[in-house]
């Protein structure tokens, strides 16, 4: 049953991408209407994950999201946080590597979005981050960053990068601490979703200038961990050792 729940989400993924094809290209046209086709999409898939696969979710500390612009800081365990951050937060774009926007489509897709694209090899990507990212300010968007850079597993703790922390000294904008366990119930490169509920959890701001860009980024993974802490093993998919 898990894999025919799975297969129709696919199907779903699929064919709505192909029917809503036409409308992201007319909606080039429009200031914003390949966002608000795109998130169409999310919402599609996103009902899909509740009522197919029986995936749902629930947020603790939503009176912590504040009402100005500001840099999420999240972990990252799967591909649901990239949906559904885009459900659970104002309009937003996320940091991504600029070589992603090579890849047919999908990186044609993130440059539609105004994903900033950062290539991490330039001596000028500073630069680059400062640029866009004023920029996506400007329009009143929030930003998106995975601190530990890639998907880590659930259980594990990558290492926390300064880049959030750069972006809220550069941009003047606090920082939203998230931690989450989507990766127990959406491994990380598995056809396979599973149903259950995903805890989000969002804390109080840090604010931009209450310290040092190794502060901020501490205060952050010291906070994002603890909760991990609280909310791991609750998925299926959670690592059990053996005793």
């Not at 922390?165 to 127990?184: C, Q, W």
């Amino acid at each position: 049953m898990l894999l025919i729940r799975n297969l129709i989400y696919w199907l779903i993924l699929v064919f709505s991408l192909i029917l809503l094809f036409p409308f992201l290209m007319a909606g080039a046209l429009f200031p914003n209407g390949i966002r608000r086709v795109a998130h169409c999409w999310v919402q599609i898939l996103m009902w899909s994950l509740e009522h197919v696969i029986g995936l749902k979710y629930r947020i603790s500390g939503a009176e912590n999201i504040p009402g100005r612009p500001t840099i999420v800081c999240a972990k990252h365990q799967s591909g649901w946080e990239t949906l559904a951050s885009q459900v659970i937060f104002p309009p937003l774009v996320f940091v991504a590597k600029r070589e992603l926007f090579k890849i047919p489509l999908f990186g044609w897709g993130l440059k539609w979005v105004k994903t900033i694209g950062i290539d991490r090899t330039s001596l000028h990507a500073s630069e680059q981050l400062l640029r866009q990212g004023l920029a996506r300010k400007s329009e009143g968007f929030w930003i998106v960053i995975f601190p530990e850079g890639t998907r880590v597993p659930p259980g594990s703790r990558g290492r926390y990068k300064p880049g959030a922390a750069r972006m809220a000294k550069l941009f003047e904008m606090d920082l939203l601490p998230v931690a989450l366990n989507s990766g127990e119930f959406w491994p990380r490169n598995s056809f396979l979703k599973y149903p259950g509920t995903i805890d989000v959890v969002i804390g109080p701001p840090v604010a931009h200038q209450s310290g040092s860009e190794a502060e901020l980024t501490a205060a952050c993974e010291n906070w994002i961990e603890s909760q991990q802490e609280i909310i791991n093993g609750r998925g299926p998919c959670y690592p059990r050792r053996s005793a």
